[in-house]
C-alpha cells in the first residue's frame, strides 16, 4: 500500500522556522517527482513546491522560493520541506504528494498524505 | 498564471440526484485538468485526470469531460459519501493552480 505519513508540524512564532518531513513507503520512492501543497485553513488549495526524482531539480510557488527548501533522501524514502521567516499567512495544513506516474515531471498529484498542521502565531 | 474559476460556489442536491460541476480556465489548458474530492478531515483525493480519466478507483458514476477553457464534472447519481468539496487543478502552464472550490451539500 502507498502511503505518506507527514510530521514536523506545530506552532511557530512569526519569524521562525520548522522543517516538515514525509515518510514515504509502498512504492519506489526515487522513481516520483515530490510535491508540497498546502491549505489555509477553510481556504482552498495552493501548490508550494516540487522536486524532481534525485533531487536535482526544484520549483516553487511565488514568494516561497527565498523562505522555503525543498530536498529529499532517496536513500530514506524521506521528503523534506525547510520553512524559514515563517509569517501568519503561512499557517496551513501541509500534504505531501507524490505524482501520478513514474518519472513524469508535469503530472497529477496522488496520492496525497493526510497533512500536518503549522500554525504561525505569537 | 492561469485562474481556474469553478461554479457553483455551493450546490444543493439529495441522494440520486445528478450533480454537475463546472470549471472555466482563464486561458487554454488543452485537456490537462484534473478533479479532486475533499471530503471533511480528510486529504483531497484524484478523481479524474486528462479531463475525462478516472483514477484507480474511482467509481463509474464520476466522469469528466471538457477541453480547452470549459470543464465538467458529473456525478451520475449520488451517494451519501458524495458531498465534500471538489477541486480542478490545471498543469498546463506553471505554477499549477487549483480552482476555489465546490462545495457540495445535502438538501
Known amino acids: 500500500e502507498v502511503q505518506l505519513v507527514e510530521s514536523g508540524g506545530g506552532l511557530v512564532q512569526p519569524g521562525g522556522s520548522l522543517r516538515l518531513s514525509c515518510a514515504a513507503s509502498?512504492?519506489?520512492?526515487?522513481?516520483?517527482?515530490m510535491h508540497w501543497v498546502r491549505q489555509a485553513p477553510g481556504k482552498g488549495l495552493l501548490w508550494v513546491a516540487r522536486i524532481n526524482h534525485d533531487g536535482r531539480s526544484t520549483s516553487y510557488g511565488d514568494s516561497l522560493k527565498d523562505r522555503f527548501t525543498i530536498s529529499r533522501d532517496n536513500a530514506k524514502n524521506t521528503l523534506s520541506l525547510q520553512m524559514n521567516s515563517l509569517r501568519a499567512e503561512d499557517t496551513a495544513v501541509y500534504y505531501c504528494v507524490r505524482s501520478l506516474r513514474p518519472a513524469a515531471m508535469d503530472d497529477w498529484f496522488d496520492p496525497w498524505g493526510q497533512g500536518t498542521p503549522v500554525t504561525v502565531s505569537s | 498564471e492561469i485562474v481556474l474559476t469553478q461554479s457553483p460556489a455551493t450546490l444543493s442536491l439529495s441522494p440520486g440526484e445528478r450533480a454537475t460541476l463546472s470549471c472555466r480556465a482563464s486561458?487554454?489548458?488543452?485537456?490537462?485538468l484534473a478533479w479532486y474530492q475533499q471530503r471533511p478531515g480528510q486529504a483531497p483525493r484524484l478523481l479524474i485526470y486528462d479531463a475525462s480519466n478516472r483514477a484507480t478507483g474511482i467509481p463509474a458514476r464520476f466522469s469528466g469531460s471538457g477541453s480547452g477553457t470549459d470543464f465538467t464534472l458529473t456525478i451520475s447519481s449520488l451517494e451519501p459519501e458524495d458531498f465534500a468539496i471538489y477541486y480542478c487543478?490545471?498543469?498546463?502552464?506553471?505554477?499549477?493552480?487549483f480552482g476555489q472550490g465546490t462545495r457540495l451539500e445535502i438538501k
Open positions: 487543478q490545471q498543469r498546463t502552464v506553471w505554477p499549477l493552480t
Open positions: 486561458q487554454s489548458v488543452r485537456t490537462y
Open positions: 509502498g512504492f519506489t520512492f526515487s522513481a516520483y517527482w
